[in-house]
């Protein structure tokens, strides 16, 4: 049997090994906390208390998928916030799944194509770390700009509903119900929010930072001052609709004016690594020093970092402020 079929073998092996611990129970420790804090909740009087055990409730039965391996995690909390603004019904315990699988698979596809065994790896750790980050990124990208190119149209919708008499609950509920997608997943929250206890502001910044986008702290502060303040709600969220409008146009314009030096950006990027496969599939022997000689070694690692520099460079060059 050859080393490519024993990494694969073994690769293989530790990704089941590692699926079975994470999938294994909570700690015995933890455990305990729980039951403590359960009697607690259980005896509680005050109406505080009765409404933050059941927040916790909620919090538990929101991680009862992810494991004790998860814990281990450096900046656990904002994965796990990362992956919740996607929408989806992921867990973090999936995330690391999907890392190992693609970690595995990578690796063993270039060691089955008869690549150096540093290069499979150094591949198989990119797309293992890259591949999820980025999947879960564009999710998240796409969902906020669905929810941004809908908002103006909810801002609308509770304007009438505010001059029709409504009062501001009322008026998010209406838009929970009649605006499908993430406009109305996210009032939604916020009714579900209100209910439990919170106040509106804090409803409303809870989903501001779950969202992170401007657009809707920018409602944020215009319902908090109104509510401070006083005056005419629906105008000034009239106004605010218009403002929203017109930031939207305005970033097309800016992605229209900036196509051509993004698109030159990934063509100047990926022209080197296009080269390097075309010549490793034509002469695998003409590149392999990059693998074994110490010089080429450092100077494709330099390359790489002065690609990146340049990379970061053309990215700031055509990132634009609105």
Same mark, same amino acid.
């Given at each position: 049997?050859?080393?490519?079929?024993?990494?694969?073998? @073994?690769?293989?092996?530790?990704?089941?090994?590692?699926?079975?611990? #994470? &999938?294994? +129970?909570?700690?015995? %420790?933890?455990?305990? $906390?729980?039951?403590?804090?359960?009697?607690?909740?259980?005896?509680?009087?005050?109406?505080?208390?009765?409404?933050?055990?059941?927040?916790?409730?909620?919090?538990?039965?929101?991680?009862?998928?992810?494991?004790?391996?998860?814990?281990?995690?450096?900046?656990?909390?904002?994965?796990?916030?990362?992956?919740?603004?996607?929408?989806?019904?992921?867990?973090?315990?999936?995330?690391?799944?999907?890392?190992?699988?693609?970690?595995?698979?990578?690796?063993?596809?270039?060691?089955?194509?008869?690549?150096?065994?540093?290069?499979a790896g150094l591949v198989g750790?990119?797309?293992?770390?890259?591949?999820?980050?980025?999947?879960?990124?564009?999710?998240?990208?796409?969902?906020?700009? @669905?929810?941004?190119?809908?908002?103006?149209?909810?801002?609308?919708? #509770? &304007?009438? +509903?505010?001059?029709? %008499?409504?009062?501001? $609950?009322?008026?998010?509920?209406?838009?929970?119900?009649?605006?499908?997608?993430?406009?109305?997943?996210?009032?939604?929250?916020?009714?579900?929010?209100?209910?439990?206890?919170?106040?509106?502001?804090?409803?409303?910044?809870?989903?501001?930072?779950?969202?992170?986008?401007?657009?809707?702290?920018?409602?944020?502060?215009?319902?908090?001052?109104?509510?401070?303040?006083?005056?005419?709600?629906?105008?000034?969220?009239?106004?605010?609709?218009?403002?929203?409008?017109?930031?939207?146009?305005?970033?097309l314009k800016i992605r229209a004016?900036?196509?051509?030096?993004?698109?030159?950006?990934?063509?100047?990027?990926?022209?080197?690594?296009?080269?390097?496969?075309?010549?490793?599939?034509?002469?695998?022997?003409?590149?392999?020093?990059?693998?074994?000689?110490?010089?080429?070694?450092?100077?494709?690692?330099?390359?790489?970092?002065?690609?990146?520099?340049?990379?970061?460079?053309?990215?700031?060059?055509?990132?634009?402020?609105?």
């Amino acid at each position: 049997m050859n080393l490519p079929v024993i990494l694969i073998v @073994a690769g293989a092996i530790l990704a089941f090994a590692l699926l079975v611990i #994470l &999938v294994g +129970g909570p700690s015995a %420790g933890k455990a305990k $906390t729980r039951r403590l804090a359960m009697v607690k909740d259980r005896h509680a009087a005050s109406t505080e208390a009765v409404v933050a055990a059941q927040m916790r409730k909620t919090i538990q039965s929101g991680r009862a998928g992810d494991s004790s391996l998860t814990n281990l995690l450096p900046r656990r909390e904002e994965l796990e916030k990362r992956i919740r603004r996607t929408g989806k019904n992921w867990t973090l315990t999936q995330y690391m799944f999907a890392t190992m699988i693609v970690f595995v698979v990578a690796t063993g596809a270039m060691l089955v194509v008869r690549a150096p065994v540093l290069m499979a790896g150094l591949v198989g750790l990119l797309l293992s770390l890259g591949l999820p980050y980025l999947v879960v990124g564009m999710t998240i990208k796409k969902r906020v700009a @669905a929810f941004n190119s809908r908002f103006p149209d909810a801002i609308d919708l #509770l &304007v009438r +509903g505010l001059k029709s %008499g409504l009062p501001v $609950t009322e008026t998010f509920q209406v838009v929970s119900q009649e605006l499908p997608g993430p406009v109305g997943e996210e009032f939604k929250g916020v009714i579900e929010r209100i209910r439990i206890g919170n106040t509106m502001e804090a409803a409303l910044q809870e989903s501001a930072e779950m969202l992170g986008t401007p657009e809707f702290q920018f409602f944020c502060i215009t319902i908090q001052i109104q509510r401070e303040t006083g005056g005419n709600l629906a105008e000034t969220l009239a106004n605010l609709s218009d403002v929203l409008r017109k930031r939207a146009q305005m970033k097309l314009k800016i992605r229209a004016m900036s196509s051509e030096a993004k698109a030159s950006a990934y063509i100047v990027g990926a022209l080197p690594f296009f080269v390097f496969g075309v010549v490793w599939t034509v002469n695998p022997s003409y590149l392999a020093g990059f693998f074994v000689e110490e010089r080429l070694i450092i100077a494709g690692i330099g390359g790489l970092i002065w690609m990146s520099i340049g990379a970061g460079i053309m990215a700031k060059m055509i990132s634009f402020e609105i």
